[in-house]
């Protein structure tokens, strides 16, 4: 079974958290997951830089701009990558826009990813009718779980197509906003978690943008299997480096 459906059937709320691969340091990449896998995150998502990342917010951005500006590749993540199973169990998603992967070569790009060890990965500029056209078989192929994303104008006819062809979790926009641009959940994201939960779609969601702390958390995951916290984490990795990422982990997860 895929390490991601694995741990979706854990009775537990869970926790993924997001970095941009080759921040703050070019070869800080591995440290990073193995210091998350031990600090108790569920999952993790591995973000390949890109030059022009439109669902991001500005402290994703920068991350990017940075670890471009360090040297990271798609080669070279998966150079840092070749080991990563010898090491580390927890389910690693690699989160990335088409463009890099398309220049890659698709199925290329799945066949590393199956080899390395990466259970899934999330495509934010991917349509869906697209993949479920053109490249689904080749994804499943590999093993690779394909994360859509939804937001609050996405329509039921299209959610519902979403959870057909998914075979994961469902990634749940909170907002339709970029990531960081929001601090705590008002009656409006609340009624949007309570919409999605009463459809019950195959597939579980998991919120993300917006969370920050624990209190973000709570709420997110009130009506839901998880939450994903990415410009949080990256700030953090900002002021604090790669050795204290247990002390916000600990932040989130506190009962």
Do not use: W
């Amino acid at each position: 079974m895929n390490g991601i459906n694995k741990k979706l059937q854990e009775d537990k709320k869970l926790l993924s958290i997001y970095f941009t691969a080759g921040y703050p340091n070019l070869d800080d990449t591995t440290t990073i997951i193995r210091n998350l896998e031990q600090s108790g995150v569920d999952m993790i998502e591995i973000g390949l830089p890109f030059s022009d990342p439109l669902a991001d917010g500005p402290t994703i951005q920068a991350s990017s701009t940075q670890a471009l500006k360090n040297g990271m590749t798609t080669e070279i993540l998966f150079n840092q990558l070749k080991d990563i199973r010898k090491s580390v169990d927890i389910p690693l998603i690699i989160m990335g826009y088409f463009n890099p992967i398309l220049q890659y070569g698709v199925e290329a790009f799945c066949e590393k990813c199956r080899d390395i060890g990466i259970d899934g990965l999330i495509i934010p500029d991917l349509p869906v009718d697209v993949y479920n056209e053109h490249y689904k078989t080749t994804f499943e192929k590999h093993g690779l779980i394909n994360v859509f994303l939804i937001t609050p104008q996405t329509s039921i006819e299209r959610i519902h197509f979403i959870d057909s062809i998914s075979n994961g979790f469902i990634y749940m926009v909170s907002s339709a906003s970029v990531t960081g641009s929001q601090s705590g959940f008002g009656d409006e994201q609340t009624n949007y978690f309570k919409r999605i939960a009463i459809i019950n779609l195959k597939n579980p969601q998991i919120v993300g943008f917006g969370i920050n702390n624990n209190e973000t958390f709570v709420q997110a995951t009130q009506y839901t299997k998880g939450a994903i916290i990415g410009s949080a984490f990256i700030k953090h990795l900002t002021n604090e480096g790669v050795d204290r990422i247990n002390t916000f982990i600990n932040s989130i997860l506190i009962n």
